[in-house]
Structures are given as structure tokens and as C-alpha cells.
């Protein structure tokens, strides 16, 4: 449930949208890079070579998940994860689980069962955005058609929801509720908000659906199966739902304001599509509130934007109106909840990079 630069982090592709964080210059053991924010796992002598070793066994473990004997199901299941990503996801379920013992093997089952239901959600996402590329690459259903794309998307979910009921009920039960709000998530961005609601809060609760939901039970998992305090669950899952929704946030400004990233998605493209952002709907909303230089921009962004000079004019004209810099107010200010939600947490690397990432997806440029 993303865009075409791999947000289901994901919108229309919403989620964390993959153009998540950058990857800092800081490489560790194995030569794996983590994202912008967790500097300071790389350079924790004890907890750094342990979670690139288990990130390279979620690696090893996603690829034999998604292994099939038929040739076609084995291609079309590999051609996201060979594509890379962040892996955002498995890597905060690994990190949160240094609140207990991250040792225990159903820690790293449970990254691999986050990463799958993320990599299901962007074939279907991709389909319904018609987005022609992803990581980079083009798209599944670019090279095999819809129908094997959506197919695809099951049964990666359907491997997913094998490992994860090895994990238990409990396990089994928070990934039926996190994939039932990623699919309304979905359903609601597509039909839009009802009459008389709200914009702003409709947009806002669907990328909480989207894109948070699977990052806060990526740090739920982590607490739970390396036995960490029960208490601290509640705190991971609020983090999570904040975190994820401050991504999006600023992936939205960033469409306005960023330089073209390496999936190939150029600013503006939200634009084009009529993805409703929160830049957009804030200019809806001063337009409606007689702003006139709101009236006027939003008859260029609602126009024909098919040519290139047509669209830069757009993205000019929003990046310069109030409402881009007082949507950044708004995602970092859901960042700053994200990091408020954390006291309860004890002060040591793994409070402090959740704190560092929840800053540095509100402080990127692509």
C-alpha cells in the first residue's frame, strides 16, 4: 500500500513508504548500511555486530520463504526483495528486541513475517496506483501483467501468515488486525472521505491504517518474542502509529520540495497522479477559506499536468504557498509524539536510535 517510490513505509501508496531515510556512510561488519538514525547502533560494540548478524539472517530466511518449485510463482515472488529496500521493518523488530533477550530465534522469524506482509502490500499497492516502478525496477505487474501481480502479493502474504502462526496465536492475531487496517487503509484512500468528514483527520487515519499499523507491530513483535517487559509493548505500538505517520507526512512535503530519488520518482508525481497529500489538502482547506492565491494554484495543480513545464509550474506554486512549511509543522510534530511516547522506555542505544530515526524522517530530502 504504497506509492511508485515504494512508500507503503505506504499511499496510493502510503506506507514506511520504501524511499524511507537515506542510508547513512556508516557500514558495519558484514558491510550492510543502516538508514539515516541509527548511527548508534553501528557504533555499539555489542548491540552493532549483533543486529547485522540478524539482519543477515532475515535476508537468508526471506528468500527462502519466498522460494517456490514453480517457475513462474519463484520469479515473480523474488523480484521485490532482489530489488532491496530498506528493511526498515524487520530492523525495528530486531532492534526493539534488545529490550529483552534478542538471541531467541523467533525474534528473527518474526522480522521475516513484517518484511513479507510489507513486500504483499506493494504488489497490490502497485496495481491499484498503476505505478511503473519500484525500488528502481519496474514493477511486477509491469513485466507479468495485474492478475499475476495480485496473485503474486497472496502468496507472499499466504508465506507469511505460515510463519507466523508457528509463532503463536497472540502473533498470529496481531498480524490478522495490522493486515485488516492495512487493507482498510486502502479501501478508504480509495473511496475517499465520506460527506461532511473532515479531510485532513480521513487522511490522516488512513495513513495511520497504512503505513503505522505495520511499523508499530514490527516493534510489538520485537518486545514480545525476545520476552522483553510487557509494559514496554504499549509504548513501541504508540511509537510506531506516530512514527509511521510522521514518514508519510514528510514524504508528501518531500514530493514538493525533494530532488529526484533512485526509484525514479521525481517531485511532483503525487501531483500528477491526484494522490491527495497533506500540502493538497491544506490548500483546499485555505482555498475554502478564501485564501486567493490558494484558488488560483489549485486551478494549475487540478488542470491538466501532463506536460513537464505544466507540472514544475505546480510544484513551483506549492512549494512556495504557506501550506508546504506548515505541513512540515504537522510531521514533526508527529515526530516529536513519537519521541514523547518513548520516556517510558530505559535510556540506553535502543531508546536513543528510535528517538535519532523518528528525527530523521522528518529531516530528509528524498
Not at 520504501?18 to 556512510?25: G, M, V
Not at 543502516?34 to 528468500?63: H, M, Q, S
Not at 524487520?90 to 513486500?119: I, N
Request: net charge negative; with cysteine; hydrophobic share 45%.
Amino acid at each position: 500500500m504504497t506509492k511508485s517510490a515504494d512508500h507503503s513505509w505506504t499511499h496510493a501508496g502510503h506506507g514506511l513508504p520504501d524511499s524511507e531515510p537515506s542510508l547513512n556512510t556508516t557500514a558495519i561488519a558484514t558491510g550492510l548500511q543502516l538508514p539515516a538514525g541509527f548511527a548508534a547502533i553501528a557504533g555499539d560494540a555489542e548491540l552493532g555486530p549483533a543486529i547485522t548478524t540478524n539482519l543477515a539472517k532475515v535476508e537468508k530466511k526471506l528468500r527462502e520463504a519466498i522460494a517456490n518449485s514453480d517457475p513462474l510463482a519463484d520469479a515473480t515472488s523474488r523480484h521485490l526483495v532482489e530489488a532491496g529496500g530498506k528493511r526498515i521493518r524487520p530492523l525495528l523488530t530486531l532492534l526493539c528486541a534488545h529490550l529483552g533477550d534478542a538471541s531467541l530465534p523467533a525474534v528473527v522469524q518474526a522480522a521475516v513475517v513484517v518484511e513479507l506482509t510489507h513486500l504483499a502490500t506493494l504488489y497490490h499497492d502497485d496495481v491499484m496506483d498503476s505505478a511503473p516502478l519500484r525500488r528502481g525496477a519496474p514493477t511486477a505487474h509491469e513485466v507479468w501483467g495485474n492478475s499475476v501481480a495480485v496473485l503474486t502479493g497472496d502468496l507472499i502474504f499466504a508465506r507469511a501468515s505460515i510463519l507466523v502462526s508457528e509463532l503463536g496465536g497472540r502473533a498470529l492475531g496481531i498480524q490478522a488486525r495490522t493486515f485488516e487496517r492495512l487493507c482498510l487503509g486502502q479501501l478508504h484512500e480509495t473511496v475517499g472521505p465520506r460527506p461532511g468528514e473532515d479531510p485532513v483527520a480521513h487522511y490522516l487515519s488512513v495513513i495511520a491504517d497504512k503505513t503505522g499499523s505495520l511499523v508499530a507491530a514490527s516493534g510489538q513483535f520485537g518486545a514480545i518474542f525476545s520476552g522483553a517487559d510487557a509494559a514496554y509493548e504499549d509504548v513501541l505500538v504508540e511509537y510506531g502509529e506516530k512514527v509511521g505517520v510522521a514518514f508519510q507526512l514528510a514524504d508528501d512535503v518531500i514530493d514538493v520540495t525533494g530532488v529526484k530519488v533512485k526509484s525514479g520518482k521525481s517531485p511532483g508525481t503525487d501531483l500528477r497522479e491526484g494522490v491527495p497529500t497533506l500540502p493538497v489538502l491544506l490548500l483546499r482547506k485555505a482555498a475554502e477559506d478564501g485564501d486567493q492565491s490558494a484558488v488560483d494554484l489549485l486551478t494549475l495543480i487540478d488542470g491538466d499536468l501532463s506536460s513537464d513545464e505544466a507540472l514544475a509550474a505546480a510544484v513551483a506554486g506549492l512549494r512556495e504557498h504557506p501550506v508546504t512549511a506548515e505541513s512540515w509543522v504537522v510531521a514533526r510534530q508527529w515526530a516529536k509524539e513519537a519521541i514523547d511516547a518513548l520516556a517510558p522506555l530505559p535510556d540506553g542505544v535502543v531508546k536513543e536510535s528510535l528517538s535519532n530515526f523518528a528525527m530523521a524522517v522528518v529531516d530528509r530530502a528524498s
